[in-house]
């Protein structure tokens, strides 16, 4: 799977957008973008993949550059809640269930 | 909404004990996970199960074994607790058809090995 890079951490205030950078200059046709976060003291959770087209759910936006070389992920109006480490992850069909996540970004939304 | 539980939430346990980790999800999904998440290790797979009885090695599965008797209901076991394993114990499930298919994750279970 190809290598992603995203800043450490990064603060949001409550009720603004957060974008969430993420570097992946080495993606390959059939990788996917994946987004994951995890609040602390539980479990990761799913928040939204794509391949190139940009993709919007109920939790946020994914915006993937036309190079498919970076993306960003938009949380549309950041609440406290939102406070958690974000994961970007590329993936592509193989036998390799596993995720694995890199250190991430810590976001901190502020009240 | 997908709900993964798991037994606990923490548990101490000593040297040498057996220990039971159970997982339940009840969205009917095939798949069935079982991760560790250590600080500066990330997350690592130690077992997952495609189907009942089915059962596939992780990357790390020395010193520990599965059960899946039940579609829904993921065990691991640790049949000799060391203090290695010390470690938040992360249970995920996820729809058949391949592994792009987003893992749903339990609230983990923190266990300390005495």
């Known amino acids: 799977d190809a290598k992603t890079t995203q800043p450490p951490s990064m603060d949001c205030a409550e009720g603004r957008a957060a974008n969430l950078p993420c570097n992946h200059s080495?993606?390959?046709?059939?990788?996917?973008v994946y987004w994951y976060r995890q609040i602390h003291s539980q479990g990761p959770q799913y928040i939204i993949h794509?391949?190139?087209n940009n993709e919007t759910n109920e939790m946020a936006s994914l915006i993937i550059t036309e190079d498919r070389k970076s993306s960003t992920l938009i949380l549309p109006h950041a609440t406290l809640r939102d406070t958690a480490v974000y994961y970007c992850?590329?993936?592509?069909?193989?036998?390799?269930?596993?995720?694995?996540f890199g250190a991430g970004t810590t976001v901190t939304v502020r009240a | 909404d997908v709900k993964v539980t798991q037994s606990s939430r923490y548990l101490v346990k000593r040297t040498g004990e057996k220990v039971f980790l159970e997982c339940v999800q009840d969205?009917?999904?095939?798949?069935m996970f079982w991760y560790r998440q250590d600080p500066g290790l990330g997350l690592r797979l130690i077992y997952f199960?495609?189907?009942?009885?089915?059962?596939e090695k992780g990357d790390i599965p020395e010193g520990y074994s599965v059960s899946r008797e039940k579609k829904e209901r993921f065990s691991l076991i640790l049949e000799s607790a060391s203090t290695n394993q010390t470690s938040m114990y992360l249970c995920?499930?996820?729809f058949g058809g391949g592994s792009l298919k987003e893992q749903y994750f339990g609230p983990g279970t923190r266990l300390t090995v005495t």
């Open positions: 995920a499930s996820s």
């Open positions: 080495t993606i390959s046709g059939n990788e996917y």
């Open positions: 794509g391949l190139k």
């Open positions: 992850i590329v993936r592509v069909a193989s036998n390799d269930y596993k995720l694995s």
């Open positions: 969205m009917d999904h095939e798949n």
């Open positions: 199960s495609y189907d009942v009885k089915m059962k």
